[in-house]
């Protein structure tokens, strides 16, 4: 007698191929994406190993192409390009190493681009910027080696379909918020606070809310929203303001009676520690730090607030009064159902670390008030 047919075990088929793709490029595996009648078979240039790169190749007669963002592509000097893929091809013999150097991702010294053939714009762009995307989902840079194929499934090879990934993608805006855990914890500028983690179950990303006091959610509750920062925030840089800005934020609210400061999984704005910190050696070698993350093949800035939105009604708080130099992160609130009545600004000191990195800011960025001058 057949066995019944199971039904849905772990949920939408689509969105689990999202995630499994996204998967195999943080683990250094090739993937495909395809539309039915073709494909691209693609592996990250910043996870890709030499035994891989190798068995691309083979696999491909040495046709192997490097596709890049048009921002990565611009900041080498390879094209002029405004937006979209472009297909850079090599030469016979190029090592991995050169490859990484050209794509940003490692500290090799600069390669001669002339020996690089640009193609512009591939025929099957629509299903490298899917591959973008996956590489994105996972906080890697956008930039990738691999050919064209038929599209026909490989066996050891993990393919999804272009739909899946343009299904999917936006899933990472329409966040499944689980509370995981929530405890009193008293602060240095803040006794009376509490914590709470909450699991986004699409990304996986953690994200905390601070319950400062005794928050009175008939009224216009201050609110800040901080993206996570291990360098400023635990490690004290000075190349940022973001530890100020976060204990100072706390101690306002203390002093306005209580709120929330929603503590972001956002790191670098969106493009993940490892890149943060190559950005900042760029940053050292005279770009600031929006040309610096465009230069990886990033947007300058790649953070949404949607999972702000979400937390916040989450919480139960829809009128509320942010604590903010960013008037990017007012708009996005509103534009997702939060009242913001007022603004409130964080005004920080500055330092010679961070003098060009707050100027950035404001000029490049459209922050509002700037740091005050530092005394010391």
Do not use: W
């Not at 192997?64 to 297909?87: D, F, K």
């Not at 840079?141 to 899946?164: C, N, S, Y």
């Not at 940053?283 to 800035?301: E, R």
């Amino acid at each position: 007698m057949a066995s019944p047919q199971l039904p849905e075990i772990n949920g939408n088929p689509a969105a689990l191929a999202f995630d499994r793709a996204v998967d195999e490029l943080r683990r250094g595996r090739a993937i495909q994406v395809t539309n039915g009648t073709r494909g691209v078979l693609v592996a990250t240039i910043e996870t890709l190993q030499a035994p891989l790169f190798a068995r691309l190749l083979a696999a491909n007669a040495g046709r192997v192409a490097m596709l890049v963002t048009a921002e990565r592509a611009l900041a080498a000097g390879l094209s002029r390009q405004l937006s979209g893929p472009v297909a850079v091809a090599f030469p016979p013999g190029t090592d991995l190493e050169a490859l990484r150097a050209l794509a940003g991702v490692s500290g090799a010294a600069p390669v001669d681009r002339g020996a690089f053939d640009v193609d512009q714009t591939p025929p099957n762009a629509a299903l490298v910027a899917a591959a973008f995307q996956l590489a994105k989902a996972g906080r890697l840079v956008p930039a990738l080696v691999g050919f064209a194929t038929d599209g026909r499934p490989a066996a050891d090879v993990l393919t999804i379909a272009v739909t899946d990934v343009v299904e999917q993608a936006p899933r990472f805006g329409h966040h499944a918020l689980q509370l995981i855990s929530r405890a009193r914890v008293p602060l240095a500028e803040a006794v009376d606070s509490e914590i709470a983690v909450f699991r986004d179950e699409h990304s996986l990303a953690e994200h905390v809310a601070v319950v400062i006091g005794k928050p009175d959610t008939h009224g216009a509750v201050p609110v800040r929203l901080h993206s996570a920062c291990l360098t400023g925030d635990l490690l004290g840089s000075l190349r940022c303001d973001c530890g100020e800005q976060l204990r100072t934020a706390v101690a306002r609210i203390g002093a306005l009676g209580g709120g929330v400061l929603l503590y972001l999984d956002q790191e670098g704005r969106g493009i993940g520690l490892s890149n943060k910190l190559r950005a900042y050696v760029l940053q050292d070698g005279g770009l600031d730090t929006v040309d610096a993350d465009q230069h990886l093949g990033f947007l300058s800035d790649e953070r949404t607030y949607d999972v702000a939105a979400a937390l916040l009604l989450e919480l139960g708080l829809k009128r509320i009064r942010l604590l903010t130099n960013n008037p990017q992160k007012i708009s996005s609130l509103r534009d997702h159902g939060i009242d913001v009545v007022g603004r409130l600004p964080l005004v920080t000191t500055s330092n010679t670390h961070n003098e060009r990195y707050l100027r950035a800011k404001h000029e490049r960025a459209g922050h509002l008030d700037l740091a005050e001058e530092s005394s010391g």
